[in-house]
């Protein structure tokens, strides 16, 4: 069974930085893609950021330019740096990893960024 753990979430300020974490365990191999999606109050779960253990990444426009996603393959681990964040970046950031056609989440990480 795949284990995903996220970390890095909290509660900045606008403008500030963050870096969020995504560790995959149980598999002894790597995952073929590996992303990061958001949920807002009362809002349905967003794609923020993917990448492909290729290295193929893609980003939703609102955060090109500030957010960057990258991974460790030796550590199986994904990461997302958040610079300029703003007020409307406040939500649950969720990791997901793909095995073929399997997918596996994580439990959720809150961001919020005050104004």
């Known amino acids: 069974q795949v284990q995903l753990v996220e970390s890095g979430g909290g509660l900045v300020q606008a403008g500030g930085s963050l870096r969020l974490s995504c560790a995959a365990s149980g598999r002894t191999s790597s995952p073929s893609s590996m992303s990061w999606y958001r949920q807002a109050p009362g809002k349905q779960r967003d794609l923020v950021a993917s990448?492909?253990?290729?290295?193929?990444?893609n980003y939703v426009d609102s955060v090109k330019g500030r957010f960057t996603i990258s991974r460790d393959k030796t550590k199986n681990t994904m990461y997302l740096q958040m610079n300029s964040l703003k007020p409307e970046d406040t939500a649950v950031y969720y990791c997901k990893a793909a095995y073929g056609l399997y997918a596996y989440w994580g439990q959720g990480t809150q961001v919020t960024v005050s104004s």
């Open positions: 990448i492909s253990w290729g290295g193929t990444i």
